[in-house]
């Protein structure tokens, strides 16, 4: 043993241990190094993978959000359409009275009512998404409070008497139609322009919407500025997220909103009262 040692202490066996050694650490700092690299090649592709799913899913929800204001978009558009062709009639009768008489409008209250139902169907099915995907940005609230208040309005052109129903020929009865006179075509004027400014002014909102949706969801594949709606009617307000506070503002002019908070505060405040 003593010997071992001793031949430990000649030159050329220590030259040679310290050259073993300097080879084991340089082997052992290249092996950590390996390992550290591919440590954080590993992390970093777990990272990009989950960024790409994350990508992945905000594109699949941009797309079903887009099938549901795709279809209130051309629900609205078929409604308000169809409405406009029946009032071309009607000033078509004024052109040629006896065209008129001849020839009543083609439109009929019961597929006019078909297209109002899936128009307001729409608008729900809008709302439908916005609640399912709240999580997203809990500001979407206020797209949803606008379109209720919006159909709000809208049901508030359904009063007593239809003047739409009333206006529009009767099934199988077309011979007896007759022109609306001066009054009533004043009244039947005013109502399809106002049923027409609801309508419209839900789908921007709907449209509004998707905007918002694109910056929340594509904002990351597409760095580029998105315009907004600015229209020159206030009553046709832009809803936008960087103005919620604004916007909310706007919408507490509706009697839906406003009825809302006035039933929620009484709510509370009963409830308070018998707590206490």
Known sequence: MWNFVQSLQQPPVQAAVITATATCLSALIGFTAVFIQIGRQGRNAI??????????RKVEIYERMLEATRTAAVAALDVTGYL???????????????WGKLHPPAERYVEYQGLYSEAS????????????WHIIEPKLDVFSLAISAGLDELRKTDRT??????????????????????????????????????INRLSAWVADFQVEMQ????????????????????????????????VKRELRAFDFIRKGEELDAQQRAHFAKNKS
């Open 215 to 246: 910056v929340l969801l594509l904002g990351d594949l597409f760095l580029k500025p998105i315009v907004r709606r600015n229209p020159p009617d206030p009553k046709q307000f832009c809803i936008r997220l960087d103005r919620y506070e604004e």
């Open 47 to 56: 990272k990009a993978n989950t960024k790409n799913e994350e990508l992945k």
């Open 121 to 132: 169907t729409g608008f729900i099915g809008v709302m439908t998404v916005i609640e399912s």
């Open 84 to 98: 406009r062709r029946f009032r071309s009639s009607l000033d078509l009768g004024d052109v040629f009275p006896q």
């Open 161 to 198: 008497p239809n003047l739409i129903m009333k206006a529009m020929p009767f099934p199988g009865h077309e011979s007896s139609w007759a022109m609306p006179d001066a009054v009533e075509r004043k009244a039947l004027e005013e109502l399809i322009d106002q049923k027409t400014f609801e």
